[in-house]
């Protein structure tokens, strides 16, 4: 083995070293780590309005939340903070006997309310003005997606004309597209990944030519489309967390022996020429997918949730 071949080898094992590293750090800390699905609602032309915001669900109890029963101890930090807005939404009767599950927050203007952890799947917005002592709620709505994101704007209400206590008819919110985010993160996705994996071959095979090039590229696109149409469709439904990961590996194995072959196929002479076995191809294309393995799953983890 020449000095060159030792120092790529030592290179690239550093980096899977890096790359395990990170990605075990980052689930030691809680079992429940890692991106939630959650709601976002975008609250425009809210003028420089106080209010308060929280979302009504049609279950009693869900996760972490529940609704206040009768002779419970009021221990919630949105009373301590907040006691007679608390008082305000829990004395609040919804028409179709939707529940207040202790949770809200307090805006000044536009503003974006997101639920994190454990949202409700059916839901109602519902909004307190405590200078007119008067609500807004929403008609009724489900999360759509992981990421399920609408817009209230209040000069689209009908009856709205200056004075929020002239609102007494439930208000429309509109669903936002996901559409053009989620194939920016796909397009981000890919991008990443298949440059990764050409930096990895250029540390195994040191000189590549403008076939090798274009080949490698080629299979690398492919496989990776196919990859991250899967994690686009997963994610949009379910989002992904450090649970998905067996289904992420068994992904990656199967590109991994794709990617094999067809280096092998493609790229015969060239192996013969350089000497080279057939099981390089299949190594190449074993540590260029485990790095972008867990490269791509740390990239998941942060399109999932961050954008």
């Known amino acids: 083995m020449t000095p ?3 120092k790529r080898r030592f290179f690239i094992f550093l980096i899977i070293s890096l790359f395990l590293a990170i990605i075990i750090n980052t689930h030691t800390l809680k079992a429940d780590a890692g991106p939630k699905p ?3 609602i975008n609250l425009k032309n809210m003028k420089s309005n106080e209010y308060y915001v929280t979302l009504l669900s049609e279950r009693k109890n869900y996760g972490p939340h529940h609704y206040h029963e009768e002779g419970e101890e009021k221990y919630y ?8 807005i608390w008082e305000k939404f829990y004395n609040y009767v919804d028409n179709n006997g939707f529940y207040f599950w202790n949770k809200f927050e307090k805006f000044t203007g536009d503003g974006s309310y997101r639920w994190g952890y ?3 799947q059916t839901f109602k917005l519902l909004l307190y003005f405590p200078q007119t002592d008067s609500f807004v709620v929403s008609e009724i709505y489900e999360r759509y997606a992981f990421s399920s994101k609408f817009t209230f ?3 689209r209400v009908k009856s709205f004309s200056g004075n929020i206590a002239l609102i007494t008819e439930p208000v429309k919110l509109d669903k936002q597209s996901v559409f053009f985010s989620e194939i920016f993160k796909f397009l981000f996705r890919v991008s990443i990944t298949v440059g990764i994996e ?3 071959a250029f540390l195994f095979f040191f000189r590549i030519n403008a076939k090798e090039f274009s080949i490698i590229v080629l299979v690398n696109v492919c496989t990776q489309v196919l990859l ?4 686009s469709i997963w994610t949009f439904h379910l989002g992904f967390g450090w649970i998905e990961i067996p289904f992420l590996i068994a992904i990656e194995f199967i590109i991994f022996i794709i990617e094999g072959f067809a280096y092998i196929k493609l790229l015969k002479e060239e192996l013969f020429e350089r000497n080279a076995p057939k099981w390089k191809a299949f190594s190449y294309s074993f540590v ?3 790095v972008s393995f867990v490269l791509g799953y740390l990239l998941v983890m942060l399109t999932t949730y961050y954008f």
């Open 153 to 155: 704007d209040l000069n």
């Open 4 to 6: 060159n071949q030792k």
């Open 288 to 290: 260029a997918n485990l």
């Open 77 to 84: 930090n949105d009373y301590d903070k907040y006691p007679e």
């Open 118 to 120: 454990y949202p409700p």
């Open 228 to 231: 991250n149409i899967a994690l």
């Open 38 to 40: 959650y709601i976002e």
């Open 198 to 200: 050409m930096f990895i």
